[in-house]
């Protein structure tokens, strides 16, 4: 255990060196900042849409699911970009500089070291991305006075899909440069929620192959059914047209994952925990 708690401690005074959390930091504010902005224009503009048929759409759970699915995207998006920044370079990028060889000797060993980097990296990420998930959803109660169907299973989903990702980047690391690996990690990324997207599309249009390539995909890159798992969640008790419109938007979902898909994710991380340890181990440095 002390070993890992030393391997972690190095991983972060390295970030700190390179400006890592600086970055995140700067980009954080931002978003936060113009979500404020946003959300307080969107229900303010949106509060006399629907007078006089108030029964037809709730303008007020409209709004707040519609920006609050955006942040939820944003959210998990600034917590991707963070945990692969933290593991981009754990093998290769950190040999090619000379940084890891002394870390490998005995009696710490290789696969100490590669746990120990995801689960550092795990932990920093899901922390940050609770508490942008819960400073946006207090910014979103604060202009609209709107809160999600479900609080807490959206949240645990990000940190679900952060720690899919960690994994993966660190596999990469074993074989790919440090740009490499992060350019492959981030198009795996945006490949994982185009699928998704392509799903709601599919779904609306009752069109099985589309569903068909979102299902697969949410096996292959778990980290996608659980987003999309959260924001089904958001709204998975609002009914009426309301809720019909919502499930067809850019950040909705006509329905949750399957209920496999959590002990699915457990089981996937571990796979490729498992393939990067083993690949790990094979690596001449």
């Given at each position: ?139 979103t109660k604060s202009a609209g006075d709107w809160t999600p169907d479900h609080v807490v299973g959206p949240a645990l989903a990000l940190t679900g899909g952060v720690a899919a990702v960690a994994a993966l980047s660190l596999l990469g690391s074993v074989y790919l440069s440090t740009t490499a690996n992060g350019i492959a990690i981030f198009m795996l990324f945006g490949a994982g929620l185009t699928a998704g997207l392509l799903g709601s599309i599919g779904n609306a249009l009752e069109n099985d ?77």
């Amino acid at each position: 255990m002390s070993s890992a708690l030393v391997v972690v401690g190095y991983a972060l005074r390295e970030s700190l060196r390179r400006r890592v959390f600086l970055v995140v930091l700067v980009l954080t504010a931002g978003f936060l900042g113009l979500y404020w902005l946003g959300a307080r224009e969107a229900f303010d503009d949106t509060s006399g849409f629907a007078t006089g048929v108030e029964n037809v759409v709730d303008t007020r759970a409209f709004t707040g699911a519609t920006i609050f699915g955006m942040a939820m995207f944003a959210t998990l998006f600034l917590g991707i970009v963070l945990v692969i920044f933290l593991t981009l370079s754990v093998v290769r990028g950190d040999a090619e500089r000379g940084l890891l060889q002394p870390l490998v000797v005995r009696p710490l060993g290789r696969s100490t070291l590669l746990l120990a980097r995801w689960g550092g990296a795990t932990a920093v990420s899901s922390l940050y991305v609770l508490v942008v998930y819960f400073a946006a959803l207090l910014i979103t109660k604060s202009a609209g006075d709107w809160t999600p169907d479900h609080v807490v299973g959206p949240a645990l989903a990000l940190t679900g899909g952060v720690a899919a990702v960690a994994a993966l980047s660190l596999l990469g690391s074993v074989y790919l440069s440090t740009t490499a690996n992060g350019i492959a990690i981030f198009m795996l990324f945006g490949a994982g929620l185009t699928a998704g997207l392509l799903g709601s599309i599919g779904n609306a249009l009752e069109n099985d192959t589309l569903e068909d390539v979102a299902a697969v995909a949410s096996w292959a890159l778990p980290f996608e059914a659980l987003y999309q798992a959260g924001l089904h969640a958001l709204i998975s008790e609002t009914t009426g047209l309301t809720g019909v419109i919502l499930q067809l938007g850019p950040f909705g979902v006509a329905n949750g994952a399957s209920n496999a898909i959590v002990p699915w994710t457990l089981v996937y991380v571990g796979l490729v925990l498992g393939a990067a340890v083993w690949a790990f181990g094979r690596r001449d440095l």
